[in-house]
C-alpha cells in the first residue's frame, strides 16, 4: 500500500524550460531543457509538448485528447533509444522512471491523459508490480510490457509492432551516434534499430537503409554507412545526409543521463540531434544553425522552428560552452 500511495500521489512538474535572448551570431531562438536530474529533464521536454503559456506554467491536455505514455528505467539508455519508434509512431512522450517500482502517474494521467503505457524494460528494469498499479489508479488505461530479457530483442519486438521495416542500424553500445541516428530516422521514415555492433546481427527480415557509425562501432556492412572519425564528426555526417529539418537539438556527446530525453522531441520539433562537448570548438555546429528556417520572435511558444535547443543543465554542457557555440560575434571564435 505504501507503493501504491506513492505513484497515485506523483505530483506533476511545471518547469519546462530555460530561454535565451537572441543576442549577435545565430540568429534564432536558443532553448535548455534542464531538470535536476535525469528524470526531471525527461519530464520537462515531454510536458513541452503540451499546452502552455510560458516556461512553467504546462496545462493539461484538453479532454478529448490524449497521448500515450513510454515508460523505461533511467539507467536503460539502449531502452530509450528504442523508445524513438513508439514516439514517433504513436505520439508517445518518454518517461524515465526514478526507481523500478516508481512512475509518475500523475502526469500520466492528470497531463496526458494516456490511454495506453508502454513499459519498455524486463521486470529487472521496470518492477512487476508497476503493471498493476498503473491499471488501478488510470482507470481503462492498457499496458502493454515489452519485456524481453535482451534490449536488443526488445528493440525488434517495438519495430515489429510499430511495423517499421526499413530500418537505420546504430551500434546499441555507441549511444551517440545511435541518437544522431535518431533525427536521421524521422527525416527519412525509419525505424531505428539498435545491435550490439561487435559482431554480426540477424537481418530479421528488416532492410536497412542506412547503417551509422564505423565499422569498429557496427561490423556488419548493410545500407548505406554514414561515419566519421568520432562521434562528433559522425553526427555532422549524419545532418548532412538530412534535409527540410526545422530545429537542431544538442547533447552531451561524453555523458547520456540527460541526452536520451532528447528523443522525446525529435520527431514533434522535426529536429535532428547533435553531439556536443564541452572543452570542444563547438563552433563547427554552426554550419546547421545557419541552415535552418528563420525563427518567430512573437510567437509564446516554440512549436514552429528556426531552433537550437539544449537538452541538460550546466552540468552537463556548460553555459560557457553554448554561449561560444550559439553567439560567434563575441569574440569567443575568429
Known amino acids: 500500500m505504501a507503493l501504491a500511495l506513492g505513484v497515485a500521489m506523483a505530483a506533476p512538474s511545471f518547469a519546462t524550460w530555460v530561454d535565451y535572448k537572441p543576442y549577435g551570431g545565430f540568429g534564432g531562438k536558443v532553448k535548455r531543457y534542464k531538470g535536476y536530474d535525469r528524470v526531471k529533464t525527461s519530464e520537462y521536454t515531454a510536458n513541452s509538448l503540451n499546452p502552455h503559456k510560458n516556461l512553467y506554467d504546462v496545462h493539461p491536455l484538453p479532454k478529448g485528447q490524449s497521448a500515450p505514455t513510454v515508460i523505461i528505467n533511467k539507467f536503460s539508455f539502449q531502452d530509450g533509444l528504442t523508445a524513438y519508434n513508439l514516439c ?113 546481427y540477424d537481418p530479421a527480415g528488416l532492410n536497412t537503409v542506412y547503417t551509422v557509425g564505423g565499422s569498429n562501432s557496427v561490423f556488419t556492412d548493410a545500407g548505406k554507412r554514414i561515419s566519421g572519425f568520432d562521434r562528433y564528426e559522425t553526427g555532422k555526417a549524419v545532418a548532412r545526409e538530412c534535409s527540410g529539418y526545422s530545429n537542431l537539438l544538442f547533447v552531451n556527446g561524453k555523458d547520456y543521463p540527460d541526452s536520451i530525453s532528447a528523443i522525446n522531441l525529435v520527431a514533434p520539433k522535426n529536429a535532428l540531434v547533435l553531439p556536443i562537448a564541452d572543452g570542444r570548438d563547438n563552433s563547427d555546429m554552426k554550419e546547421f544553425l545557419t541552415a535552418l528556417p528563420p525563427a518567430s520572435f512573437y510567437a509564446k511558444d516554440f512549436e514552429k522552428e528556426g531552433h537550437g535547443i539544449v537538452i541538460g543543465g550546466f552540468g552537463s554542457l556548460s553555459h560557457a560552452t553554448t554561449d561560444k557555440m550559439f553567439y560567434l560575434s563575441r569574440g569567443y571564435h575568429n
Not at 504513436?90 to 526514478?98: D, K, M, Q, S
Not at 521495416?165 to 525505424?191: E, H, I, P, T, Y
Open 88 to 200: 514517433k509512431k504513436y505520439n508517445a512522450r518518454l518517461l524515465l522512471a526514478a526507481r523500478p517500482d516508481y512512475v509518475n502517474i500523475g502526469l500520466m494521467r492528470d497531463y496526458y491523459r494516456s490511454k495506453t503505457v508502454y513499459l519498455l524494460g524486463s521486470t529487472k528494469e521496470i518492477s512487476a508490480s508497476i503493471d498493476p498499479y498503473i491499471e488501478r489508479f488510470i482507470p481503462g488505461c492498457k499496458v502493454v510490457r515489452i519485456g524481453n530479457p535482451d534490449p536488443y530483442q526488445r528493440n525488434l519486438d517495438v519495430l515489429r509492432m510499430t511495423g517499421f521495416n526499413d530500418v537505420v542500424v546504430a551500434d546499441g553500445r555507441n549511444f551517440a551516434d545511435a541518437l544522431s541516428a535518431s533525427g536521421l530516422c524521422n527525416n527519412k521514415g525509419l525505424g531505428l534499430r539498435i545491435v550490439y555492433g561487435g559482431r554480426g
